[in-house]
């Protein structure tokens, strides 16, 4: 049985010969196994038995691996280098003023989506191709404003949080359609809400402003 083949069945709750499969690694552990099998992703994980296959689109892609130093990412926020990762250091939105002139990147863009071309082109008939778009509306939301300023936001300046959200998710619901007409098989959406010890905003307000975006996404994926 081909890897798309079972993750598809398994997505649509039948049985098949064994339960799909994919791994992520963090950037150490990943350049420990690229140097061990002399493999990079995609085929490092497909050697390793992943069934499917994972490009994204979003300002999740902002996470890039820097040597050194800081830079500003397409949707302005500034990153910096912190041991093998990136920690934000200032937000484009800090002050609200600005939301008005602020313009996001254009989900519009050919070059963005030539990833996923290429990875379904080659890899589509045989693994089940994810279309990621990550950190799809609250993380987004609070990267360009800061977390403790959004945070106080939803409870205080209700209008700015829902048109800021809806700017967040205007650019990934036009992606995840891009990446819908390219032919991947899954959509990946994405909002970290959690802590260890419960939701980091409460149930009613996670209902208010992220409950309805979702139905957008889920109702539209479905025609």
Not at 68 to 92: D, F, N, R, S
Not at 99 to 118: G, T
Not at 168 to 186: C, N, P, Q, T
Request: aromatic share 12%; glycine share 8%; proline share 5%.
């Amino acid at each position: 049985m081909k890897s798309k083949e079972r993750v598809l069945q398994a997505v649509n709750h039948q049985e098949s010969d064994r339960p799909p499969v994919f791994a992520d690694f963090t950037p150490e552990i990943a350049a420990k196994l690229e140097k061990k099998f002399g493999l990079k992703e995609p085929e490092l994980g497909i050697y390793l038995g992943n069934d499917m296959i994972i490009t994204s689109v979003g300002i999740s892609t902002s996470f890039e691996r820097l040597q050194q130093g800081t830079y500003i990412c397409e949707w302005g926020i500034k990153w910096e280098k912190v041991g093998l990762y990136t920690e934000m250091i200032e937000h484009p939105l800090n002050d609200i003023e600005v939301f008005n002139s602020y313009k996001p990147p254009n989900p519009y863009r050919s070059s963005i989506y030539e990833e996923a071309k290429k990875i379904v082109e080659k890899y589509g008939n045989d693994y089940a191709v994810v279309g990621g778009i990550p950190c799809t509306i609250f993380e987004a939301s609070w990267y360009l404003r800061g977390m403790d300023k959004f945070m106080i936001d939803l409870l205080s300046n209700k209008t700015f949080v829902n048109d800021l959200m809806d700017t967040v998710m205007h650019y990934h619901f036009v992606a995840g359609k891009k990446l819908i007409d390219i032919g991947v098989d899954i959509i990946l959406t994405g909002d970290d809400v959690g802590m260890q010890t419960g939701m980091m905003i409460s149930p009613n307000l996670w209902r208010e402003f992220l409950k309805p975006r979702y139905v957008i996404y889920f109702m539209n994926s479905k025609k």
